[in-house]
């Protein structure tokens, strides 16, 4: 088992940042991939960032790339996002993900069987 807990989350202007935060517990076997996802009122859920926990290669979708960094703190248990140059578009809930599925579809939620229960991101034009 895995426990997931977002915090960090918050209201911003266009152009402003953040940095969320995931603290993990439990089986690390559980957790050979850690993302983040976000989810828009009325939109699927998307991954945004996946790190590979075992070697530290690092995995961004195009609209996030240059603006989000995912980064892991293993001594800490503890997954950050660190957003830069926020837009309106990226406004949504994000979840913490972790996986111990190796290789196939990195972003896709049906591979993740631990989900944290959600930080919401908003952000203001």
């Known amino acids: 088992q895995v426990q997931l807990v977002e915090s960090g989350g918050g209201s911003v202007q266009a152009g402003g940042s953040l940095r969320l935060s995931c603290a993990a517990s439990?089986?690390?076997?559980?957790?050979?991939?850690m993302a983040w996802f976000r989810q828009a009122p009325g939109k699927q859920r998307e991954g945004v960032a996946v790190i590979s926990t075992g070697t530290g290669y690092t995995y961004y979708v195009d609209s996030v790339k240059g603006r989000f960094t995912i980064s892991q703190d293993n001594a800490k248990n503890t997954l950050y996002l660190e957003m830069i140059s926020l837009k309106p578009e990226d406004t949504g809930m994000y979840y913490c993900a972790a996986s111990r599925v190796i290789g196939g579809d990195l972003f896709a939620p049906r591979r993740y069987n631990y989900w944290g229960q959600g930080t919401q991101v908003t952000v203001s034009s």
């Open positions: 439990g089986s690390t076997d559980n957790r050979n991939y």
